[in-house]
């Protein structure tokens, strides 16, 4: 009986379980297509602001003028990271963090070592895993859970100014990229200064009149691309966030239903050597009695 006893309370805290992981699932779903139709819409326009500065860029010929473009050994360096406020989500947030981890010992080795390696940390997973490594620019959770525009534009703002300013060298984005549910593509981008496109990355018609200038548009169109650059990614890691963690209920939840079939099997099987236990006292007894 304490077999049985053992086997019914391992089933329920099962059960109890995987209505967790399936209730995970259903919403964790739900906010997937919130998100994933937030950065469908998105990437067009991304792609067409990026094609206008392939375009401009092209027309105005070399940029190095241009202190964004401005081309520096990149002695002072700032990574934004982009992880979760939450775990269940599989290796989302442990294959960021292996990300960081790399990118700073294969190209930031003497930064880092000079204390010149500081990190901007968008959700929590990311600040509790690097913040004894690495010096902590600025942490922010909350705008994963309401991703505004206006805060993002605000971060890429600050990191402008102090690139302008000389205080930062260099600017990388690490990010889980949105390809599906199922897949998510960690992706380290430039973000500043900004690279010099050549003209074979143009457009092949770039043969039009541009007022004021090349430049002057440039210099009212790029803050815009930053801005919405920053933001594209935020919104790609949010969507990927869902979708590893539908993912990863999903597995857990099909896991539970293989363990809780093994375990009443199990308990079918005890009961029923139990239940043959008692019939088999019952009967020598009953012979005993006889004689």
Partial sequence: MGNLKEIRTRISSIESTQKITSSMKLVSAAKLRRAQSA????RPYSEKLTEILHNLSASAGTMEEMPLFEPRNPDKVVIVVITSN?????????????????????????????????????????????????????????????????????????????????????????????LNAATQRITVEDFLPLSNLDEEAATTN??????????????????????NQLYKTLCDSIASEHGARMISMTKATDNATEILRDLRLKYNNARQSSITNELIEIVSGAEALKG
């Fill in 39 to 42: 950065i469908q819409y998105l």
């Fill in 86 to 178: 939450k775990g269940l989500c599989g290796a989302f947030n442990a294959n960021i963090i292996k990300a960081v981890n790399h990118l700073v010992e294969e190209n930031y080795a003497a930064q880092h070592a000079a204390g010149n390696v500081n990190l901007i940390c968008i959700g929590k997973k990311g600040y509790e895993q690097l913040h004894t490594s690495y010096p902590i620019l600025q942490h922010n959770e909350a705008l994963l859970d309401n991703p505004e525009f206006t805060e993002v534009a605000g971060i890429c703002d600050q990191l402008t100014e102090k690139f302008l300013k000389h205080e930062i060298d260099k600017v990388d984005i690490v990010y889980n990229q949105f």
């Fill in 206 to 227: 770039n043969d039009y009149i541009i007022e004021p200038s090349p430049e002057e548009v440039l210099t009212e169109l790029i803050p815009k691309i930053l801005r």
